[in-house]
């Protein structure tokens, strides 16, 4: 008695046990084209054997054998296998016009309109299609002579069963007689926070004009992979000019105004004595004026860095216009634009009816209008008269006619029940922060307080002491409203505001209310402070938390010396660095016309940990720039 066991290992075919030969054939099974290991078993000795080839196995079955049921295999994590290739992936003198690859087994493309490219890239994007268990790829385009073509599938090519692709997979040739075999390696990071661009494309020209990345194709193109680095390879020596773009329109050209882009602001020399391939490296992107001191960290780094930004824009226009309740009307402004260079008429109400306000940043305004007559109108027309930038590039004064309509929400089934008074908001919840001004929001515009309803007490002794207070306006928004009135820390405040005690400047009233303030003390908070050292000129110094880099607060320098941030709650925090060369106050975008790089930004390489009556003291040498950490910019998500 003998057993003979066959496992399928490439396909994932079920395996057979057959044991016992004393029957004649009763069973044919025909398998065909996978790994194939035996294992014969004789008086309890086996011997084993591994064969690759195509099999056709008949397996002759007696009557007493035994047939399993198929099990299934252990999971396949292998690739797709390239049999051949036609013509020869790596061929010389190429003339065709298409290329065949050859699979081990059926394939699948995942995305392969985003994922494929072709560098230098062709005017016409070739045809990329299955036949089978082959790929085939055609294009119409002459090819231009003694070149080096590379084809990038990226991991768009997979197996059929599992998925599992093939990653980085890359089909070369050359028109001429040698392969260009030069290499280039870097990073693309946004540059305002570090963070991966999404679907962004790395570009290179060969032409060294500044409109060549508006105007024409470049001679190189490749895509990073998620982590942000990237790798054109094939190169032929020469100067080169080196963008990332994240591509809106698909026609590999910076051509739209909010594109995403990053620019190299130096000619790149390649020859084989500098670039033969991977040279990763630690030189970081540092000002011109930061220290020379290098460190290396946690990253490999390309040899060259692209920071991608949006530039501003710069032509005037009107951006939007809206009517969303009944009284409000607000429109947009490319730029911000003073109040004086906008102005509003409203034709059919006098200037009483209604009146006007901005935003902070100016390139939005308001137009709340306190006349029921009009407002209750469904159509509401006004003239704006707003900076425009005309087709010679020049600004000037331009007016619209702009007519504001609103459709009213139907009522509500049962009739319109009752009528809901004044919505407020405030930033009063638990322990408030020591300092901390409270503040009330209303979605409306607000008339002033009727502080004969408002009472502001603290119980000291058994006894409720009325204090005074008073409320200020905000110097922008009508719809926000700040108490001024001595919190001490540690103290406990009532707050009761009556009914009417706020109303909005249509008369919509508030209803009573009872706010408990409670002002935490300093030992309920820790504290921070940072050294800087490393760097002459002014630089911004920010306290960022959460994923999103939310800045808590921020403190400027203009030379080495020391920032604080008092009355932290407990938490982790990171640290941000602009190098504020324009010495504006903010981070500057980059704009490629005049030559200007984005300001240059860091992140202290770890986060702190602020705990309660604490105080942490920090060196930072904001001369050695730092990228996020992976880790920490990658963050698992939490399960629910």
Known sequence: MFGLQIYAKKEQLPYFTVKGMSEPLRHTYHVTKFDVSLQVVDRGRYITGSLGLTVLATLFVLSCAKISAPTGGPKDLDPPVILKSIPENGSVLFTGKSFTVIFDEYVVLDRITEKFMVS???????????????????????????????????????????????????????????????????????????????????????????????????????????????????????????????????????DLADEIFAFGDSVIVITPDNYFGLVPDTVTYRPANATETTKPDKFVYGLHRLYAFQEPPKQQYLTFTERKSSWGISFGMALPSDSGQVSVTLPEADSSSWYMEHNVARDTFLIWVTNPDVYSRDLVDAILTYPFTDSTGAIIAKTDTISFRYMKPA??????????????????????????????????????????????????????????????????????????????????????????????????????????????????????????????????????????????????????????????????????????????????????????????????????????????????????????????????????
């Open 411 to 640: 009522a509500p089934r049962g009739g319109a029940g009752r009528t809901p008074g004044l919505s407020i908001t405030t930033n009063i919840s638990g322990k408030i922060r020591p300092g901390t001004v409270p503040l009330f929001r209303s979605a409306t515009p607000l008339a002033d307080p009727d502080t004969s309803l408002i009472r502001l007490t603290r119980t000291v002794d058994s006894v409720q002491v009325v204090l005074p207070y008073e409320f200020v306006r905000d110097t922008v928004s009508s719809r926000l409203l700040f108490l001024k009135a001595q919190l001490e820390p540690g103290a406990t405040y009532s707050l009761l505001c009556r009914k009417g005690a706020f109303s909005d400047i249509f008369g919509v009233a508030s209803d009573s209310a009872m706010y408990r303030i409670s002002v935490a003390t300093e030992e309920d908070y820790g504290s921070l402070r940072i050294k800087i050292a490393g760097y002459e000129g002014r630089v911004i110094i920010q306290l960022t938390a959460d994923a999103k880099d939310k800045v808590i607060r921020e403190e400027s320098l203009t030379s080495p010396g020391e920032v604080s941030f008092p009355l932290l709650e407990k938490g982790k925090y990171r640290l941000k660095a602009i190098y504020d060369l324009d010495s504006d106050g903010k981070w500057t975008t980059g704009d490629f016309n005049a030559g200007r790089l984005p300001e240059p930004v860091t992140y202290y390489p770890a986060e702190l940990e602020v705990k309660i009556n604490w105080a942490l003291v920090q060196d930072w040498d904001i001369g050695e720039m730092y990228v996020k950490d992976v880790s920490l910019r990658n963050k698992p998500a939490t399960r629910r």
């Open 120 to 254: 230098p890239p062709l005017a016409t994007k070739p045809d990329v299609k299955l036949r089978g268990k082959s790929l085939v790829v055609n294009w119409e385009d002459d090819l231009a002579d003694s070149t080096t073509y590379t084809f990038y599938f990226q991991d768009a090519i997979r197996d059929n069963n599992e998925n599992n692709p093939i990653n980085n997979y890359q089909y070369v040739f050359s028109t001429g007689p040698v392969l260009d075999s030069l290499s280039l390696t870097g990073n693309v990071f946004n540059a305002s926070d570090l963070e991966i661009v999404e679907d962004v494309t790395v570009i290179m020209y060969s032409n060294l004009s500044d409109t060549a990345p508006r105007t024409i194709l470049p001679a190189y193109i490749s895509r990073p992979d998620p982590s942000g680095g990237f790798m054109i390879s094939n190169i032929r020596p020469g100067n080169y000019r080196l963008f990332a773009l994240k591509d809106l329109n698909g026609n590999t050209r910076y």
